[in-house]
């Protein structure tokens, strides 16, 4: 394992945005724990001698105050705190679920797998980020509130990409073989073929890291997320939209940039990881096929 | 047929010492070394060889379809009708790709669109490939289907290909090959995915194909069964190279590179079955695994493998030597054959 | 049943139901119809027949891999679908399988030896971790791997070393009777001599009785005793491997036997000047 682990790293390490990415996630991630060493001032918190809206540049304000004399970098910093958990503690949770339901309705379809899938069919029939806004409201603001409507928005999704790769897998004659010794379902379920799903979803939670972040924002934005006066960027966008157009557009504009660099970075990852955890056996047929779908593009 | 080609000075394919190297993420590798063949106008030509030996780069260099990401180096030639095939662009090689020289890939699901109409597919290369019209272009389609022995044109014509058997499949594939009227089909390996039954008929309409159009055919193939049963020459690979290659009939009933040799030998022999005096003979083998051609030795490529092997072989590399000067020589890359290495 | 008889196959039907739908009736799908045979102990049985025929189903189906819709399935005396799931796994040592290869029979992310290893850990009379070492060594001597095989992982085998370490799985737990479901169909024509080869030395060493699934003739008149045709789910004709040859009844036996592609090229013609003689 230890040769195709070093493989897979030095994969990663040679794809310059995915390593750009993990820098940053990482920058973020300290950011985040030592927050209030960091932070040059109380985020919550007036400071002494500042006023409403300097613009960043500001002595003392590098990125400037907000319209209430808030320090902007302090509160982006405090701010990855919110973000970070927001987006990484629901997609782990739904993997976790997910991957419990998509095994065993890959393993056994038949009438569990279809009760699984069809279940998760009727979340398919709303948009995910409506679904967000519906179960949020429901269970009221807050950030615990909002990743519980995250794992819930993520699990069809998830469970979707489990069960299609388990479909793949338990066809395979590796499970017949385990099957016709007579080894147990549950140890073929979690033991063979978990570890040939799990890079793929791996993968997928990455990507959906970033895109989480932004639906927490978006509901943040729209007063559904975490409550003031937690810093939190989807909030702080939202507080700064009053005076965008009069001028202080870096107001909604700081914490913007913020959500996009981290979401950004957290797809950047997820390719990054893609390429890497590919064995080179599949990427060489990937390329095989690549050059058959070629010729008979050419040919046909 | 042999007065065309007496007419025509000039070879429908012909490719003089190719080597192709490609790029792996181990290094450099030299997938093809020194291949040197001939295909004149309506001839069958077999390749043979197992899995590792360049029968597919073989393909993928003349047709040039190696993505560039992967190819490190071609060097050699390649004509087609005299014309260097490195030397053309690309605009002119998506031109030779179809109209001169077609494929037929071993799994037919590779060359069809699964969501569209199999007609439709056809129908199409027509109208991007040649100037005819679409109702020209239909009724030649249905033409073509009905050539391949296919009883119902009008039905397959509108079907999709997961509604039609492996066989029926690899039929329209082959009709689409042929909806340009090219001068040379590469078939690589079109019936090993096919049951025997089938495959029998599949070969049976190569040669159709081959007598009424007058199409040359390059069958890619790993089995001296499809050989025999259709070329007119073969050429027999192992491990990037042209080991030995002759008329059919030479090759089968007088083997002589020792690979070839084994090769025919592994068929196993049904005489016993047929003749109760005859006995059961054990079923033979050649030893070990082709050659990673990643670390490769001096000396000959088969050597560890080969059965009469000597100490000059693992030192010498031996090159490919004519055995009997014909129109369709016979040749062998041996050093034991015909004393020593000129 | 008769003394030397080890597994013997009665009236054995698959019937699939089929996809159903709110407007149209559920289609049934029979995969295999009506399928017996029995085959002596240390002979090796073929099953023949093209592609849908059914010959992989019955294989999978005297595993118990798939549930027969009928029929019965005899080893050793014991019927085998009557037996609970904890008597059927105790027997399973002694029946087992090697599959075609497709890259597809090891798990890509665990190593040959360990994949080796599994059944003995979980089924072993012997514990000892040295000791299961010792045995998957020995059994990769038995089929002509070397020891640093152990470590490799399937993907940096070739083909043929692939199914040979694929014999040494089913093998480990010392089986009486494999199911070989067409386990050279997917090798070269070299590495294909090399594994019917070994398959006819361990035979002769561990006693072994063979189904062998194929789709065509030509290995199956070298390695096998005696043939069962297969079309359409049914058994259409079984006799020894000699009088099928000389002497088929069946039109799709006699269909199969003239596409055998041989060195004298026309096969079919040759096939029928001998059976004219």
Redesign the interface.
């Known amino acids: 394992m230890t040769t195709k682990w070093k493989q897979s790293c030095k994969a990663f390490l040679s794809d310059k945005m995915a390593t750009t990415g993990a820098i940053v996630i990482l920058f973020s991630l300290i950011l985040a724990v030592f927050a209030s060493w960091i932070a040059p001032y109380n985020p919550n918190v007036v400071a002494e001698g500042s006023t409403r809206l300097m613009p960043p540049g500001t002595e003392g304000h590098i990125l400037g105050t907000d319209q209430q004399g808030r320090d902007i970098l302090s509160r982006v910093i405090f701010g990855t705190q919110t973000s970070l958990i927001s987006a990484v503690i629901p997609v782990i949770i739904a993997a976790i679920i997910s991957v419990v339901l998509g095994v065993i309705a890959g393993y056994y379809q038949g009438f569990i797998g279809n009760l699984i899938m069809r279940t998760m069919d009727i979340f398919f029939a709303f948009p995910a980020v409506l679904l967000a806004i519906a179960i949020a409201a429901i269970l009221g603001p807050g950030l615990l509130n909002v990743i519980i409507a995250m794992v819930i928005v993520r699990i069809p999704y998830m469970t979707r990409v489990v069960y299609t790769d388990t479909l793949q897998e338990s066809q395979k004659e590796y499970v017949e073989a385990a099957k016709a010794f007579g080894i147990g379902d549950i140890e073929i379920m979690f033991k063979q073929i978990l570890p040939n799903v799990l890079p793929s979803l791996i993968v997928y939670s990455t990507t959906l890291a970033g895109v989480t972040i932004v639906t927490v924002a978006g509901l943040s934005f729209i007063g559904l997320g975490v409550q003031p006066p937690t810093a939190d960027w989807g909030r702080m966008a939202s507080d700064g939209k009053k005076v965008l157009m009069q001028g202080y557009a870096f107001v909604t504009f700081i914490p913007g940039i913020a959500i996009l660099i981290l979401s950004f970075s957290f797809s950047m990852i997820g390719d990054g990881l893609r390429n890497a955890l590919d064995p080179y056996e599949r990427s060489k047929a990937k390329e095989k096929k690549k050059i058959s779908r070629k010729t008979s593009q050419h040919i046909a | 047929m042999n007065v065309q080609s007496a007419l025509n000075t000039e070879s429908l394919l012909k490719v003089e010492g190719l080597s192709t190297k490609i790029k792996t ?1 181990e290094g450099v590798l030299t997938v093809l070394e020194d291949v040197n063949l001939t295909i004149e106008k309506g001839e069958i030509m077999a390749i043979v060889g ?2 590792g030996s360049g029968k597919s780069m073989m393909i ?1 260099s003349i ?1 040039q ?3 560039k990401t ?1 190819l490190e180096a071609y060097s050699g030639n390649i004509e087609v009708e005299g014309e260097n095939l490195f030397a053309i662009g690309e605009k002119k090689m ?1 031109e030779i ?2 109209k001169k020289i ?2 037929v ?1 071993q ?1 037919a699901m ?3 669109d699964p969501s569209y109409r199999v007609g439709k ?1 056809i129908v199409e ?1 027509m109208l991007e490939k040649t100037g005819l019209t679409k109702e020209q272009a239909k009724e030649k389609a249905l033409n073509l289907l009905e050539q391949m022995g296919i009883d119902d044109p009008k039905r397959i014509f509108q079907s999709y290909p997961h509604q039609l058997s ?1 066989g029926l499949r690899q039929r329209v594939v082959i009709a ?2 042929l909806a340009c009227d090219p001068d040379l089909i590469i078939a690589d390996e079109p019936t090993s995915a096919l ?6 008929q599949v070969l049976d309409l190569f040669q159709t194909i081959n007598q009424q159009f007058g199409t040359a055919i390059l069958m890619i193939t ?5 050989v ?2 259709i070329a007119e020459k073969v050429a027999v690979m192992y491990a990037g190279q042209i080991v030995e290659k002759g008329e059919t009939a030479d090759v ?2 007088n083997p002589t590179h020792p690979y070839t040799q ?3 030998k ?3 022999n ?1 005489d016993w ?2 003749d ?1 005096g005859a006995g ?1 003979k ?6 070990g ?2 050659p990673n051609l990643m670390n490769l030795s001096q000396g000959c490529r088969f050597f560890n493998r080969c059965h009469v092997a000597k100490d000059i072989c693992q030192s010498t590399n031996p090159l490919l030597k004519t055995v009997k000067p014909y129109r369709n020589e016979h040749s062998v890359r041996c050093v034991l054959i015909g004393g020593g290495n000129e | 049943m008769k003394e030397d008889t080890l597994i013997e196959v009665q009236g054995l039907q698959k019937v699939y139901s089929g996809k159903r739908s709110l407007f149209t009736p559920s289609k049934k799908v029979t995969a295999v119809k009506d399928v017996s045979f029995s085959i002596r102990k240390g002979e090796t049985f073929g099953l023949i027949g093209e592609s849908g025929s059914g010959k992989t189903t019955v294989g999978r189906m005297i595993l118990r891999l798939i549930e027969p819709t009928n029929g019965s399935i005899i080893y050793n005396g014991q019927s085998l679908r009557d037996l609970s799931n904890k008597e059927m796994t105790s027997l399973r040592k002694e029946i087992q399988i090697v599959f075609q290869d497709s890259g597809s029979a090891f798990n890509p992310r665990k190593t040959i030896g360990a994949q080796i290893a599994h059944p003995l850990k979980k089924f072993g009379e012997n514990q000892d971790p040295q000791f299961i070492h010792q045995q998957v060594l020995k059994m990769l001597e038995v089929v002509g791997l070397r020891a640093d095989f152990f470590h490799r992982y399937p993907h940096e085998l070739s083909g043929g070393q692939r199914q040979r370490a694929g014999i040494a799985r089913a093998l480990i737990l010392k089986p009486k009777f494999l199911v070989l479901d067409e386990p050279v169909a997917a090798l070269d024509v070299s590495v294909k001599a090399q594994i019917i080869n070994l398959l006819i030395d361990l035979q002769k060493e561990f006693q072994l009785t063979y189904l062998f699934i194929a789709h065509n003739l030509d290995l199956v008149a070298y390695f096998c005793n005696r043939v069962a045709v297969l079309s359409k789910g049914e058994v259409i004709e079984t006799s020894s491997t000699i009088d099928l040859f000389n002497n088929p009844k069946h039109e799709m036996t006699k269909k199969l036997l003239s596409s055998i592609l041989t060195l004298e090229g026309d096969l079919g013609e040759v096939y029928k000047k001998r059976s004219v003689i």
């Open positions: 993420p197992e899995s993928n047709l379809l190696l993505p992967l998506q790709r179809g077609s494929l890939a799994n590779t060359s069809l597919q290369i492996g689409m090959s049951d025997p039954t089938v495959q029998l790993h089995d001296f069964g499809v025999a049963r089968i009933f084994s090769l025919i592994c068929i196993p049904l079955v047929f109760k059961k054990p079923l033979w083998q050649i030893k695994e082709p």
